[in-house]
């Protein structure tokens, strides 16, 4: 066994073990076989980056929220949440999601973050009342 049939590939947020696609799995083992395991630690970052350290940023998580059915967007960003709040320092990015995960379970929109971040907020409420998840009321906060 390849020492790469353990990475996996992240193509459009799907995962993909390099071990089910052999010319992949021989063309990475081919280059790996070369170089040190501190490089080989630093390719697997790369590859697979939705590790328990990883943290998605916080313009492309809003994008992916977006993305999201109303009433699938709690249990989609779990992992996301998760990761956010187990890291340690907290980045600027995860900081930010973890205002988000405060504002899903408090109803409650941060006051101090930029404009783009507060029309996300005010398109997430939007959408959770329309899929009647809140009450209307939570929209008060947005005029």
Known sequence: MHAISHFSLLVDREVFPLSKHPRLERRFSNKLKNYSLRFKGRLLQ????????YVMP???????VDMQEADRIETSIANHIRSA??????????KAISKFA??????????????????????????????????MDVLDQFD
């Open 85 to 94: 709040q187990q890291q340690s320092p907290q980045s600027i990015d995860a």
């Open 58 to 64: 916080f313009e492309r998580f809003m994008q992916y």
């Open 102 to 135: 405060k504002f899903l379970s408090d109803l409650i929109a941060p006051t101090n973050v930029s404009n783009s971040e507060k029309a996300f907020y005010k398109r997430t409420a939007e959408r959770m009342v329309r899929a009647s998840r809140w009450p």
């Open 46 to 53: 790369f590859i697979a980056p939705m590790t328990t350290n």
